[in-house]
């Protein structure tokens, strides 16, 4: 919706560039857990899905169209670093006697509850701020970006990997 408003032309095949993205990094996850390790991929899963909402908040159909490929491409990081790395984690840390459990909590808070409570808030917001031609886009994209800016210091702050899985 939100390209077709800008009237970005081929909006869809443009956001295919999104799963390219993902599919490249999910081949480099490996590297980036050897080097970075599990707390700074999640930060920086959460410091791509701020920076994304803020290219998507000030970039255009015209010159700042490289803003839009741009956040679109940070899919790739944005799910593999926050999601994949999320997942991991959890079967990881979890132990073989409630892995599959600890899974399927991680799922219902993420892609369940989680997306639930966002997509519901997404639509408020933007049903706050349609205009007479569409939506002020930058407005409503500026939400979810200070929003994962917050939920971002917040992991920083208390967050702690201790690196010892659970022995199950």
């Known amino acids: 919706m939100y390209l077709n408003e800008l009237k970005v032309s ?16 999910m081949f480099l996850m ?7 390790g ?8 959460m410091a791509a ?24 491409i940070l899919h790739g990081i944005c799910y593999d670093f926050f999601f994949v790395t ?10 073989e006697k409630i892995r599959s459990s600890a899974q399927g909590m991680i799922t219902l808070a993420t892609y369940g509850l989680g ?10 917001i933007a049903d706050n701020y349609k205009t007479a ?14 929003v994962a800016v917050g939920v971002m210091l917040l992991f920083i702050i208390f967050f702690k990997d201790d690196k ?5």
């Open 86 to 95: 999320g997942q991991i984690y959890t079967d990881r840390i979890a132990g």
């Open 115 to 124: 997306m639930l409570i966002g997509f519901w808030f997404a639509g408020y």
């Open 38 to 45: 599990v707390k700074k991929m999640l930060i920086f899963g």
């Open 30 to 36: 490996p590297l980036f857990f050897m080097r970075l």
């Open 49 to 72: 899905w701020a920076i994304r909402y803020l290219l998507f908040g000030f970039g255009d159909a015209g010159s700042g169209m490289w803003m839009l490929y741009l956040g679109i």
């Open 10 to 25: 081929g909006a869809a095949a443009k956001m295919s560039l999104g799963q390219i993205s993902e599919t490249v990094f």
């Open 133 to 146: 031609d569409g939506h002020a886009w930058k407005n409503i994209w500026l939400i979810p970006a200070a």
């Open 164 to 168: 010892k899985p659970v022995k199950g």
